[in-house]
């Protein structure tokens, strides 16, 4: 099992770029999570998906961050345009039962200067 | 009111000790409790799941307390390798579904 993959693992790009952060989850594992993490807020959730239909979108900052997840073996989060308050690390999760917790991804780190 | 808190430390202690943390949540409707662990600059690691009658992991014992809302982590004989932050986490949501709400974490230090 390759667990959760996230790429790409750094990004450093200007204010005002387009970022596409890419996830593929656990074979199997109907949820998909992003999440984003910094020192100040800890750990939120963004969005999350069930059977690759999004059912919270709540946590998604503004109307410049957008995820996909086209099949049960990828999804994307983008941001357009970026900000550097969206320097973060922002990190894929999934499950096939919330119950028993999720599996995380490496992160990517991403950088907005 | 965050939903889930946790004091920040850090807590410096010596091997061999017991250290203890612990966390409140505001959700009277959480379902399960877990504990993850975050090495720095790593992702966090499911470390153990808290259950109501509380249970042991080797050197590590969760308990649940659902009246008081609140959560805690012992760890016994502590080594240098348990330095990390400790996140306590709740699901919210009903049935096996749902989301994990995560604390902010208490970073432990562990010194020789």
């Known amino acids: 099992d390759a667990g959760v993959i996230q790429s790409p693992r750094h990004e450093v790009t200007e204010m005002g770029q387009e970022v596409t952060l890419r996830c593929k989850p656990i074979s199997g594992h109907d949820y998909l999570f992003w999440y984003r993490q910094t020192m100040m807020r800890g750990l939120e959730l963004l969005i999350y998906?069930?059977?690759?239909?999004?059912?919270?979108d709540s946590g998604m900052p503004e109307d410049r961050f957008s995820a996909k997840m086209p099949n049960a073996s990828f999804s994307t989060l983008k941001i357009q345009p970026s900000e550097p308050r969206d320097s973060a690390v922002y990190f894929c999760a999934s499950s096939l039962v919330v119950k028993d917790g999720y599996t995380f991804g490496s992160g990517t780190r991403l950088t907005v200067v | 009111r965050k939903e889930v808190e946790q004091d920040p430390g850090p807590f410096n202690v010596p091997e061999g000790a017991t250290v203890a943390f612990n966390c409140t949540y505001s959700n009277s409707a959480s379902q399960s409790f877990f504990w993850y662990r975050q090495d720095c600059r790593k992702e966090p690691k499911l470390l153990m799941s808290v259950y109501s009658s509380g249970n042991e992991d080797g050197r590590f014992t969760a308990q649940l307390n659902r009246a008081s809302q609140y959560i805690s982590l012992l760890i016994r004989d502590s080594k240098l390798s348990d330095s990390a932050t400790y996140l306590c986490?709740?699901?919210?949501?009903?049935?096996?579904?749902?989301?994990?709400?995560f604390g902010k974490g208490t970073k432990l230090s562990v010194k020789p």
């Open positions: 986490v709740v699901r919210v949501g009903g049935g096996s579904q749902g989301n994990l709400i």
């Open positions: 998906f069930n059977n690759n239909v999004p059912i919270d």
